[in-house]
C-alpha cells in the first residue's frame, strides 16, 4: 500500500500564475479531505468529497480555489491567480467512510508563491 | 476563533519523563477527538481517538476524555527523544461528517 500520493511535492508559481494540486487517495477509501497547513493559522480544513461528491466546501476561498474528483482514484486542486498568501503545505487525506474513520495524510504539497 | 484549543504550546520532558498535553473544544457539538502525531517534514499520523467518557490506553500513550467538558488530554510515560514532534488535536462533530477542526498543537521535546 503506498498510501496517499501527492503530486508535485514543491511548486513555485509567480503571483497570479494558476497551480493544480494532484492527490490520490488510498485504494479503496472513499473519502477525500484537502487540508492546508501553515505556521500562523495551523492546519485548517478545505473541502471533502465522498464518493467522489462534494460534500463539504466551508474552508474554500470561494473566488478563486476549486476542487473535483473525477474518479475515485484522483483528486485535484486547483488555486487562480495565486497570491503570496497562498502559500502553504497543501494536504490530502483520504478514509474509508462510515462511522469515524481514521484519516490518512500524504506528504503534501508545498505552494510557494513568490 | 479557535474552536479547539491546544496548552501548552511547547513542551519539554527529560527522557523517561512523563509528558501532558490538554486540548478543550468550544463547540458542543463535536463528539470525537483525535490525536495526530507530525515529525519535522512529514505528514500527520493518527495516534489515537476517543469518543467515550474515560480514558483509553495504548503502550505509552495514555487519553482522557471528559466530555461534559470537551476536554482531552494526552499523556505520554517513559517519553523518547523519537517522540519529539508536533502534537494535533482534532475534533469532529455528530454529524456524518468526517471534517476535522485542528488546534495549533503543542511542540514536544525530549532530551537525552
Not at chain 2, 458542543?28 to 476517543?50: C, T
Amino acid at each position: 500500500n503506498a498510501g496517499v500520493i501527492q503530486t508535485p511535492r514543491h511548486k513555485v508559481t509567480g503571483k497570479g500564475q494558476e497551480a493544480t494540486l494532484w492527490c490520490e487517495p488510498i485504494s479503496g477509501h472513499s473519502a477525500v479531505f484537502w487540508y492546508r497547513q501553515t505556521i500562523v493559522q495551523g492546519l485548517e480544513f478545505l473541502t471533502y468529497f465522498r464518493n467522489q461528491a462534494p460534500i463539504d466546501d466551508s474552508g474554500m476561498p470561494k473566488e478563486r480555489f476549486s476542487a473535483q474528483m473525477p474518479n475515485q482514484s484522483h483528486s485535484t486542486l486547483k488555486i487562480q491567480s495565486t497570491q503570496p498568501q497562498d502559500s502553504a503545505v497543501y494536504l490530502c487525506a483520504s478514509s474509508l467512510v462510515g462511522g469515524r474513520r481514521e484519516q490518512y495524510f500524504g506528504p503534501g504539497t508545498r505552494l510557494t508563491v513568490l | 476563533q479557535q474552536k479547539v484549543q491546544q496548552s501548552p504550546e511547547s513542551l519539554i520532558v527529560p527522557e523517561g519523563g512523563m509528558a501532558s498535553l490538554n486540548c478543550t473544544s468550544s463547540d458542543r457539538n463535536v463528539d470525537y477527538f483525535w490525536w495526530y502525531r507530525q515529525h519535522s517534514g512529514k505528514s500527520p499520523k493518527m495516534l489515537m481517538s476517543i469518543f467515550s467518557n474515560g480514558e483509553k490506553e495504548e503502550g505509552r500513550f495514555t487519553v482522557h476524555l471528559n466530555k461534559a467538558s470537551l476536554h482531552t488530554s494526552l499523556h505520554i510515560r517513559d517519553s523518547q527523544p523519537s517522540d519529539s514532534a508536533l502534537y494535533l488535536c482534532a475534533a469532529s462533530p455528530g454529524a456524518n461528517t468526517g471534517k476535522l477542526t485542528f488546534g495549533h498543537g503543542t511542540i514536544l521535546r525530549v532530551h537525552p
